[in-house]
């Protein structure tokens, strides 16, 4: 999966970076009442108490247990709960039937997080974590991360669907970043390398760097505004089956007119945020939308998404980072890739078929998470994460 | 709906049982976590939040509302999530959503409960409560208690059906009585009276009297037992479609084998219980079947079930009270039946087809509640409440 | 089942009888195309090459394999193809399934009949037809005419489900008899007789017969019409749920908003009918309605529907046979009810739960085959029979 | 679209291949009984005889009705059955409800072909056609070949679905080849050019001819056989979940664990071919497997499926032709793909997401109607066509 961590070099901040990530989770849901950990609207959303039990059990399951001489497991019965789609480990909660489990109890996974922090401190301060631990343990501190920004965006399709639209955090700031000039960056057609080199962690599915040609494209350095895609809304966008594909075309009769989380009241367009309804900010970079929307949008403009690599090409000539940007592309394997013996084997080369990917990162990705050759993945339908659009088109020769 | 409650008769304790009756349902909750408020595991069980909230929303829509001058409702909002199936009153929550709702939390649950009795205190020793509201008010009353035997149920659903099988509390004891002696009671033939009469409460369901022809029959005095039910089971009783109902047939397929929360673990029989997971007691009576297997079981054995008004007639001559009884009679209206006009019109009347007849009452059944006239209604493939099986028979001339 | 044909009466007309029913199910089908006996358009509307193919099953299974010596079936693997629902003979193709088969082809089940016939021709004369069996095959004559008539609403579904709207038949003509001069019969209370009686045949349903006490009612001599059910329509009926069963709330909903076959077409009303589609005939009774909205429209009438006890007890009093009536009866054993042993006593009871009972006969019955003892019974939510209304009342004492 | 036919190129053909493409169409369906026309045993298969009218409505529609003037349409109500998806078009019956309609008739369909061919006779003959009717006639006639081939796998799947198991036609013989000998076909890194070119007809997702980078890669010269496959059942290959997609595991585990049309009977594996039901020819290419079993045989082989790309580029080196192979490739535009203005711009691009690409072709596919830039396309779990595996791997530099 990842062999490119040398042990010496992240020795040292290890277990400072554990404890950092453990308490990030923690401190998401620190404004949750109890009764917000629980619930699971849609099956593609997870209860907060099951991100933070399954973060946790990763942990356990995969570095303390095998590794760890003497370590007994907080409750046996946690793997049945707690593993998410590890065929490897056993029999697991179907993941439509998380939001029916009342226990174990909120205090109950704290006290479970907080035990295998414990064993966990323990171990890496017991000189016995060697190579290939080290490798897990980056694992486990990106699969968390991966879960944070899980964590937000389930906690705001929670919130967010609650009739009372209650707030997630007075504290909280939505970061907008839109003052940069508009240009269209343009890329000549040749042959380009992707993927990831270097020392540091990556996923499975980045890995390995191999050449891709392009043909001459542009890309514009600006996402997808809200004002623009209202355009799109009041111009009848959602009406024209021209724009859309076929699935696309079917979803769209059948669901709401708009991004998710917009609703018009009284004439107007109201946005549910972190801080709130809101009313929606033309300016801000359009979001939850799905891949049907970001083609539909697309090709109302006469242009096109970025495949993976045009834009993994153009990255460093525009800010990314504010929200995950639809591609034109599936989600496959590189060329070369093989998927790791083990459970871990699991992680990504399963998902690998009717998904498409998305690069960049979000407000909700932790800091230092992503990077330019990250490759994020979801279904077509789905809007309930952080999602924008960034348009690009070839250049005719 | 009911029309037979004399005010004068009732004013004195009035009040003394509404707070009785209130604080009843919270005693019910006392044993849970806040989790355990809040889930719902299938459309059938409501989260025990959404019951303490939509008997205290009764009393405020259907009491304080309309005759309490100057009332303010608690939250406005609270009418669209507590509203369960009065169609009069406006948008209702759609009944599989219940266990979406994180909020309002089970404190805002508690907080309307108080808010609501304090302002039924007030009223209820205003003088202005006159007969038509002490009607409704033992209405509000009834109402709460047949949520209190469905907070039992729908909790024992939640808690057994968690993988930890968690008690519901070290301090409940199931009470068996099966002491008496055996012995079949035989009705003769004849005309009948059956019906609700006299000055106590009742539902509209019940009323009003009327005369039934009956055949002569006999009818057990006692309930068909575990260890009798465990027979029909290993005799073979889930695989001979003869004794089920062609729809009960299908569901006997695709389902489990035996009664809801029986498990077969390492060759023996468990028995979830309100006291955790037990070895089965083949003394008690069988719970937890639903009408096909009631039915099947009586077939199976020569049998039938007996119609409610066999029932009824002959309810003096046995102990009733430890399971509900499926009747082979449908639900359908006494002669004569009219609904009242308004919300309350809708309380039993539009529910009159499709669903089975129990007669009886429960363990879970709150003191005082029933009585031989009552009728008890759920659809014929329900097995979550607790239900049992008498048996009868006609007797040839 | 049934007990009392006396196989002396019976046998000189028996096989006159046979070739006249028999012949009679073809003539039904003569107008039809070949495609027209293949498709399933939903579930409960089977191929009419099935209907064909399932009533010679019937004697060849229970007649001619038991009891003629040296009978070789026609087809080994027509049972698992032309089994309806009895489990007693094996698999059966899913009910879902048989608009799937495109073979036996209609030619195969023609020769199949002829076969059958040919074969029981020479069982009838062969002086080997003893009382059991005569009953068996009367028996087997009544249900090929129950299928008689699923022959013709499963055509008309068939038909008038194709936007081509093709015509069944030119020859057809709808009889409508709404000359009688309007009246309402009343009964007094008192111990009625109901069931059937007699040598004639009947189904073990109607069996035996039993005393029952009715209150004093009403019931009206004739049926609602067309016109009067418009005036429901266009009253707001099928928008004000006050008149509702819930489920049949439900169903309204999500449903048309009238009688199938009705459309309304640029500001008219239409009726698909055997002879086309028709301008709407005000003055005929209506059809085509299920339980809920019969209900719905008794209830708008301040009326109820008659209980099937009702009804038989005043049908001397009236004209019937124009509509299958919906009663507010649900299809329940009578008293003493016994399944037969074997496959027959699969016939009518394990269907008793759930359905509601209906009485009288419909123009697309045969001649004949209904009495005034006679209990057909639907889902309540089944629109495609040829189904009425009759409005019954209570008489306050 | 296509843009490239030059007309006076084609014309002298022009008919002549119009009536060979026409009746090509007719000869397959000649064996078929009246009734195999009809049915549609899932959505994905659709009648013969809605495929005979579909082909036709497409050269109505689009060439006749706005080419030829005073055309006449045979039949107004036709568009609406006869349309597949195009929106543009109008309304079109839902997929599902294709098989519910038994008119028009087999009888009506075939006529409505000879009208349309004797009015697309008059036309071409005419001296109306010009180049960009010729370029959509070419496309009518390449639509209606793609419906060859579906009418020999909906035919397959309607007679291999039915219980009887009936022969397509006696004189079917099915081509095998499989003499060649076995070699692994090394293609060396480099940039390649893929796409159609040249003055030859294609379909617009086949344009425009672009270069692609390729690793160093291998690709068999065969097809993958059943004997091969078979060697993958029984080594538990569909019991091994590292083998899948987390999609195909869920479908393996809830599907038959074999190709489609196998059967295991009395422990021997039988195939159900246009020739019947045969014993399986192990030599013969493995054939009815979906992309997840594709997937997962190369996964326990250690390999992994082509490229499109890689298939196009090597394709050259190896006999193609006897299976759709389905690659490692999704389903998207190539670079600069542009959808066509009006109805025949639904035709490919608004597919182009969730599906994979299969290239090749099988022997139900007409002569001359495939090429090696041909992009088919299905989704993953589509088991009914003509679909075989060919391995391919990497190159390790």
């Given at each position: ?251 769209a009769k059948e669901s709401a007119k708009a991004p998710l989380y917009w609703h018009q009241i ?94 960049g990162a979000s407000e909700a990705t932790p800091k230092g998470h992503s990077r330019n050759t ?24």
């Amino acid at each position: 999966m990842i062999e490119t961590i040398s042990i010496s070099e992240l020795k040292p901040e290890l277990l400072t970076r554990y404890l950092e990530v453990r308490k990030h989770s923690e401190d998401i849901c620190a404004p949750l009442q109890t009764e917000d950990y629980v619930v699971q609207p849609i099956a593609d959303v997870s209860p907060p108490k099951w991100h933070l039990g399954h973060t946790t059990w990763f942990f356990e399951t995969f570095i303390l247990l095998p590794n760890f001489p003497g370590y007994t497991v907080f409750d046996s019965q946690y793997n049945f709960v707690f593993n998410s789609y590890y065929e490897t480990v056993g029999a697991r909660v179907i993941r439509t039937d998380r939001g029916n489990l009342s226990r174990p109890s909120v205090d109950d996974v704290y006290r479970y997080r907080e035990y295998v922090d414990q064993k966990m401190q323990e171990f890496l301060t017991s000189g016995l974590v060697a190579g290939p631990i080290a490798t897990l343990l980056e694992l486990g501190l990106n699969h968390e991360q991966q879960h944070q920004e899980l964590l937000y965006t389930d906690i705001k399709y929670i919130l967010g669907h609650n009739p009372l639209f209650p707030l997630y955090s007075g504290d909280y700031k939505t970061l907008i970043n839109n003052s940069e000039e508009r240009k269209i960056v343009r890329i000549p057609e040749g042959v380009y390398e992707i993927g990831h080199t270097g020392d540091g962690f990556s996923f499975d599915n980045e890995l390995g760097r191999h050449r891709v040609y392009l043909d001459a494209y542009e890309i514009s350095n600006q996402l997808v505004t809200n004002g623009e895609y209202l355009d799109f809304i009041t111009s009848g966008g959602y009406t024209d089956f021209r724009h859309w594909h076929a699935e696309g075309w079917d979803w769209a009769k059948e669901s709401a007119k708009a991004p998710l989380y917009w609703h018009q009241i009284d004439g107007r367009w109201m946005n549910y945020t972190f801080e709130g309804l809101q009313v929606l900010d033309l300016d801000a970079p359009v979001c939850h939308i799905n891949f049907y929307e970001a083609s539909a949008y697309a090709s109302w403009k006469g242009k096109r998404l970025p495949t993976e690599a045009e834009w993994e090409v153009a990255s460093n000539q525009f800010n990314w980072g504010q929200r995950w940007e639809w591609t034109g592309s599936a989600y496959l394997p590189y060329p070369g890739f093989k998927k790791e013996p083990g459970a871990v084997g699991e992680y990504n080369g399963k998902f690998m078929v009717n998904q498409m990917v998305l690069r960049g990162a979000s407000e909700a990705t932790p800091k230092g998470h992503s990077r330019n050759t990250y490759r994020n993945f979801f279904h077509a339908h789905h809007q309930w994460q952080l999602t924008g659009i960034r348009l690009a088109d070839g250049i005719s020769r």
